[in-house]
């Protein structure tokens, strides 16, 4: 609809006039409004009310008769638009024919992104923390792929770095009958192990050396080193995979890690010295002074010659430039990151790397869980694998105080506690600090995934009931206010993808659903569908519940969330 209005408009206003059609807060302002007319009032030397009258007058012709069903202008110079009842009729016929297809866009056609999410470290516990970059992530991907784009999501792995070296020496010093204890539950033992050896090396200088010197091994490529790693980055993908499957995030594209870098390493640096970007420092650091820029010093590398993190980043920035000509490249990293960014963004500037000004951070803050949640973990960091498990346990246990016959109550009690969840997460805007209520999150009323998934599960069962429904009504039915209002509101869905997707903001989406949820259940409470005795009525309301299915169906799968059939 909203292209369609703008479409018009630009038949009437000059060329290159910017067009900003929104749908205002209140339906009295219109179904969609314009202030097109502030702009060429000042070029024009005239008011904007009476260039709104213009327009207006102009429009009424480009437009087909049963397109627009007022035009007002409302000073100081506002357009407000209502659309035909007959327009709104014939897109719902339009929707119900597209079923799945709705919502898809070609928008983003010839274009790659490459967004970098959920990036886990090697030999540590996946924790609450990432979740966010997750569940963010693969909304993003989803979208972009719903727009046309080609997507290459990867995970950078955290694989490379001096913990290493440590991780490396505490293993070597345990006993044999330890490292089988180590074997038996890797992940959360070397994630212990590294807590234990770094407390060890703190008082003690000649510990850390060696640690230090495990690590130079590990990066000339020392034959036994290279072992020990590589079976700590097996057995950490196994869990992260493991993981990745729970969540149900869409597959990645790339695993690549933060040591499949290694070999562009040295050339960045050279590169850096060479053009002056960088220097050497007494002690052999490479470091690029940035206080010019209010970034402090950044370094490459350390003093015995390891590499940093932010060096990682460089070489994966040269790397992913070179191979995917991408269009954007986007990582989705936590707000603590910022800086580390803003050094990375600079670096890559002043050293003239292609691909910077198409990379972008995607920051987010942070998620903590509510006093009383898990309670009995207090204290040290909550692993991803226990929200999981907890949410999805006490989904089971309200699914069964509410519909305690439901046949595959597991199944949904997984996509009702997954969803809630990333609901919970997604529904608000990525930068705001969140923190994780787990009643809140599973309630089946209020802004919650749960309520959108029970929403459109009402509708799912009066289409069983119905059967068989034709896919095309009479575009001459008379509706009432709530059915319009319902009704212009699901059309806005192809639009709300393209506005949560332009600002990343997936909680554009997620609000748009929340807010389709509650007059659906306006209209549910007030409007009988099977009972409705006339046959032209019941087929539209028919077409309206089958057209929410459709939406709330596809809009839950752009967030990850299932949309189960009866809960
Ligand atoms: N693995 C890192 C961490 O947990 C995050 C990686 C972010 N991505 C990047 N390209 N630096 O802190």
Do not use: C
């Not at 640096?269 to 940035?290: C, F, N, P």
């Not at 600079?346 to 869980?369: C, R």
């Amino acid at each position: 609809m909203r292209d369609k209005i703008i479409t018009y408009l630009k038949k009437v206003v000059p060329r290159n006039t910017e067009i900003n059609v929104t749908v205002p807060e209140k339906e009295t302002f219109g179904h969609y409004s314009t202030n097109v007319a502030f702009q060429l009032a000042e070029h024009l030397g005239k008011t904007p009310v009476s260039v709104a009258e213009d327009i207006i007058s102009h429009l009424r012709q480009k437009a087909p008769e049963e397109f627009f069903k007022k035009i007002e202008v409302v000073p100081p110079g506002f357009i407000n638009f209502w659309i035909h009842d007959k327009a709104l009729l014939s897109n719902l016929n339009h929707l119900l024919k597209k079923t799945s297809q709705w919502g898809k866009s070609d928008i983003g056609r010839g274009k790659t992104v490459r967004v970098e999410y959920f990036q886990p470290n090697v030999a540590k516990i996946p924790h609450v923390g990432h979740l966010r970059s997750a569940v963010i992530g693969d909304a993003l991907k989803r979208m972009f792929i719903t727009e046309g784009y080609t997507v290459v999501s990867d995970t950078h792995i955290g694989d490379w770095g001096t913990q290493f070296g440590i991780l490396i020496y505490g293993y070597k010093s345990l006993s044999e009958q330890e490292k089988d204890e180590v074997k038996q539950n890797p992940v959360e033992k070397l994630n212990q192990l590294y807590i234990d050896e770094t407390r060890l090396i703190e008082d003690d200088p000649e510990r850390r050396k060696k640690a230090k010197e495990e690590f130079a091994k590990l990066e000339r490529g020392d034959k036994e080193n290279r072992e020990i790693w590589q079976w700590m980055v097996d057995v950490s993908m196994e869990k992260f995979r493991e993981i990745i499957s729970q969540l149900n995030l869409l597959p990645f594209e790339k695993h690549r890690s933060e040591s499949a870098y290694e070999d562009l390493m040295p050339e960045i640096v050279e590169l850096s010295l060479r053009k002056k970007v960088a220097k050497k420092t007494d002690d052999g650091a490479v470091v690029v002074d940035l206080l010019d820029y209010g970034l402090d010093e950044a370094v490459l590398t350390k003093s015995d010659g390891a590499s940093t993190y932010l060096l990682r980043d460089l070489a994966t920035l040269k790397y992913w430039q070179r191979e995917l000509d991408f269009w954007k490249n986007l990582y989705v990293v936590d707000v603590r990151q910022l800086h580390h960014f803003k050094q990375l963004f600079k670096v890559s500037e002043l050293l003239g790397l292609k691909g910077v000004n198409e990379s972008e951070h995607i920051e987010f803050g942070f998620m903590s869980l509510s006093e009383g949640a898990m309670s009995t973990r207090k204290g040290s960091v909550i692993s991803l694998q226990s929200v999981l498990d907890d949410v999805v346990a006490r989904a089971r246990e309200v699914i069964q105080e509410k519909n305690p016959d439901l046949e595959n109550a597991d199944e949904v009690a997984k996509e009702v506690g997954i969803g809630a969840l990333k609901y919970f997460d997604l529904s608000h805007h990525r930068k705001s600090n969140i923190i994780f209520n787990r009643e809140e999150a599973l309630s089946f009323e209020g802004d919650t995934g749960p309520y959108i998934q029970y929403t459109n599960a009402r509708f799912l069962s009066i289409l069983r009931k119905i059967g068989k429904t034709p896919n095309k009504m009479s575009e001459g039915e008379t509706l009432d206010d709530t059915e319009r209002l319902l009704l212009v509101a699901l059309l806005r869905f192809p639009e709300v993808i393209e506005s949560a997707l332009e600002k990343r903001t997936p909680n554009t989406l997620a609000f748009y659903l929340h807010n389709l949820s509650q007059k659906a259940n306006e209209f549910y409470h007030s409007h009988p569908v099977m009972q409705e005795e006339s046959t032209g009525k019941k087929a539209f309301r028919v077409a309206l519940a089958r057209a929410l299915s459709i939406t709330f169906t596809s809009g839950l799968s752009l967030l990850g969330i299932s949309a189960p059939k009866q809960m």
